[in-house]
């Protein structure tokens, strides 16, 4: 795969004002910067760096936590949880998701493959750049749930004035259904 020309990616600001979501582990916070070679946008040459993954919607929070996993337990819902943020200042991204990211090499394979080198490659070279990246949800078909990958120093960050304070709940019960009915997750109830 030809690397991304970094230079003529379309940027986009998101608005102070704008609602992210993420699913996550109840037991830990929704601040976690990886910096592992498990995330796609994760830079993996810049020391220190990670990327804290959040979602536009929060259909599309649920699909990037749960991914191909179908079959879900009340146990594997429950054990998570889904937090909001309101954006409290601009936050500038490479915009993957926008048509002409194409001109600068951005393809599915990139966004959506099963190779993440390129796409940490990437990440590696928007750092001091972007504040993270704007992408299509890989595991959403239709192809309009998209994601942020926030950019930050690795690891749970203590606490800043830089990033929003979540708002942190179970997972409404409303939102199962529509993972239910608009992509077919699976809910069973827990073995006793």
Request: hydrophobic share 40%; aromatic share 8%; charged share 25%.
């Amino acid at each position: 795969m030809k690397a991304v020309d970094v230079g003529r990616l379309p940027g986009r600001t998101l608005k102070a004002g704008s609602t992210l979501y993420r699913i996550h582990r109840a037991r830990h916070g929704a601040w976690y910067f990886d910096a592992s070679q498990r995330g796609r946008f994760n830079p993996t040459g810049s020391a220190g760096r990670g990327t804290c993954y959040w979602a536009e919607d929060p259909l599309g929070a649920w699909v990037e936590a749960f991914r191909t996993l179908m079959t879900l337990t009340t146990d594997d819902v429950e054990a998570r949880a889904l937090s909001t943020i309101v954006l409290p200042r601009e936050l500038k991204v490479a915009d993957l998701a926008a048509k002409r990211a194409l001109a600068a090499g951005v393809t599915v394979a990139l966004t959506g493959g099963p190779d993440y080198r390129p796409a940490q490659a990437l990440a590696d070279g928007l750092q001091g750049r972007k504040d993270g990246v704007r992408y299509r949800v890989s595991h959403d078909l239709s192809g309009k749930l998209t994601a942020v990958g926030w950019f930050g120093d690795a690891a749970a960050p203590r606490r800043s004035a830089r990033l929003p304070k979540p708002k942190t709940a179970a997972i409404p019960e409303d939102l199962a259904d529509a993972a239910r009915r608009e992509f077919g997750y699976v809910i069973v109830p827990a073995p006793v």
